[in-house]
């Protein structure tokens, strides 16, 4: 599938984040993990840049998603800033109180978070710490390993044994920038999830086409990153 994409925003600060009329999808993990690449390899263009990028790394940075043919965008991208490989304890006490805990916990928006771990190397302890976080924040959220391509299958399909043991409550996705393997599976959840958010918010909706949504969020909770009908009323007031 050919996406059309825009690059929104990029919040240092809650004042920044663009206003909330979009169904969200939150990419997070630690830097080099691959998320630029996983961005990049689902809108199919070089949208976001890699962490060595200076000015945008600890900022959020928005996309807007647009599918072709169609006037108005119909999805946000929220990529998260990397965290450090042994630092997330720092970083989540210093930094993530400031922006990134807020957005996670009152962003009206956002559908799914997306958690990324190296399926290249064991479960690290910044990885657990995230999915912890993620996981107490009521919010759905997808497991992706990435960099799928480095390992045999036989390496790959002990690497997701590992995950699925360590993280019990995610089906973790195998997935690669390299070679495409996963994109499609990523496109049909965050679409599911996206069209659950757009129904629960909005009494239904023709955002999606649910002929293209082909398989259900099983186990993974989705449907939990909605808000309270409350909230919702409040964001499509305050879009129309
Ligand atoms: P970020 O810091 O999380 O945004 O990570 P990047 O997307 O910049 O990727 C970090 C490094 O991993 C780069 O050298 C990428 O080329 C490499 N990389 C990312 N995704 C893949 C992948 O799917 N396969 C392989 N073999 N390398 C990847």
Redesign the pocket.
């Known amino acids: 599938m050919r996406v059309l994409s825009r690059f929104l925003a990029s919040a240092t600060d809650l004042s920044h984040f663009p206003a909330p009329t979009l169904p969200e999808i939150a990419f997070l993990?630690r830097?080099?993990?691959?998320?630029?690449?996983v961005i990049n390899s689902l809108v199919g263009a070089k949208l976001?840049r890699?962490?060595s990028t200076p000015g945008r790394t600890r900022a959020i940075n928005f996309f807007e998603i647009r599918w072709p043919g169609k006037p108005q965008p119909e999805l946000i991208f929220a990529d998260l800033p990397?965290y450090g490989y042994a630092k997330i304890s720092r970083e989540i006490s210093q930094e993530w109180p400031k922006f990134i805990d807020p957005y996670i916990h009152q962003r009206s928006t956002l559908a799914l978070c997306i958690a990324l771990v190296d399926a290249n190397i064991p479960p690290q302890q910044s990885d657990r710490q995230l999915l912890d976080f993620l996981s107490a924040s009521g919010r759905g959220f997808l497991l992706v390993a990435?960099?799928s391509?480095?390992l045999s299958n036989n390496q790959l399909h002990a690497a997701l044994r590992t995950l699925a043991q360590e993280y019990p409550a995610a089906r973790p996705l195998p997935?690669?920038?390299?070679t495409g393997a996963g994109r499609d599976e990523l496109w049909k959840q965050i679409r599911q999830a996206a069209q659950t958010d757009a129904d629960q918010w909005m009494g239904g909706s023709e955002l999606f086409d649910p002929k293209l949504v082909g398989t259900t969020i099983e186990g993974l909770g989705a449907g939990q990153a909605s808000l309270n009908q409350v909230e919702r009323t409040q964001v499509v007031q305050r879009a129309g």
């Not at 997935?175 to 390299?178: E, G, M, R, Y």
């Open positions: 993990g830097s080099n993990v691959g998320k630029s690449s976001a890699t962490s990397g990435t960099k391509d480095r997935f690669s920038a390299k």
